[in-house]
């Protein structure tokens, strides 16, 4: 049997050691798969928390401009437009108010008094300038609508309705009436609003009618739709219908004292009051 050359076994062990490394070599990964997923999941945490927060911030201060709707009133119209950002009135002007004659000094005394007053109580909850009745009451109706726009403050009581009238589901259930279930929801019923006008009363000086709002069953707002007016009326109207409107608000019901040289107006006034709190059931 023929042996084999030493040298030529040296060579060929060699030879597969080579090529074992060279093998090696080439199995071997671009780069560590861990390291890389690591990266990638960083990069991803780093980047998401940048794009909610932007959009929140977006959210946070977003104003809205709303115009409310055109009031007539016995010497032209007002129309107001507000704008709220953050739920608050942050602006107030009237787009139109009465002019000509001594209308334009009333307005230009008015209205920046009325754009104020609804900047301070973001609502439409505010008191008539003196001497300026009807271009008050007009600003109050156009901002008010502006505000049933914007979804405050009425949206905030619809909310509220919602809310309890999903809570006051279980008092339903076991009172097994809708109206008791509602009202130990969350009190929506108690917060919600309701204005109610009520009937027109003659007098020798001419008509009353009164509208008031109830929430919560107090008066919270009282203003006269009609009252008396021409020739001296109007200076007595535009004296005791504001002190009237106080009055009822503070009583919170029709037992209010008569404005000193206004006996029918405040008759009529109380009369009306009555009728109004009759149908709120007040």
């Known amino acids: 049997m023929k042996k084999s050359h030493p040298l030529r076994r ?39 928390p940048q794009g909610s927060g932007g959009v929140q911030a977006a959210g946070g201060t977003q104003a809205q401009t709303l115009t409310g709707d055109v009031v007539k009133t016995d010497y032209g119209n007002v129309q107001v437009r507000i704008t709220v950002a953050g739920g608050k009135i942050t602006s107030a002007a009237a787009l139109q108010s009465p002019t000509g004659g001594r209308s ?18 973001g609502s439409a909850d505010i008191d008539a300038v003196s001497g300026a009745t009807y271009t008050s009451g007009g600003y109050k109706k156009s901002l008010q609508s502006a505000l049933d726009k914007a979804g405050a403050p ?14 006051g589901g279980a008092g339903n259930a076991t009172g097994g009436s809708s109206g008791s279930g509602d009202a130990s929801g969350s009190g929506a019923g108690a917060a919600q609003a309701k204005t109610v006008t009520g009937k027109a009363v003659t007098t020798d000086y001419g008509p009353v009618q009164v509208r008031v709002t109830v929430t919560g069953g107090k008066i919270t707002k009282a203003e006269a739709v009609q009252q008396p007016k021409g020739g001296r009326s109007d200076q007595i109207s535009g004296d005791a219908v504001p002190k009237l409107n106080a009055a009822a608000v503070a009583a919170g019901n029709a037992d209010i004292d008569a404005v000193s040289g206004a006996t029918y107006t405040s008759g009529g006034y109380k009369e009306s009051l009555q009728s109004a709190l009759d149908q709120a059931g007040g």
């Open 10 to 48: 040296v060579v060929l062990a060699g030879a597969a050691t080579v090529s074992g490394i060279v093998l090696l070599l080439a199995l071997k990964p671009a780069s560590d798969p861990a390291a890389a997923s690591a990266d990638g999941a960083s990069q991803q945490q780093s980047a998401s």
């Open 154 to 167: 009425g949206g905030g009581s619809a909310e509220a309705s919602g809310t309890g009238g999903g809570t």
């Open 104 to 121: 334009t000094t009333v307005s230009t005394d008015a209205v920046p008094k009325l754009n104020k007053a609804a900047v301070t109580a």
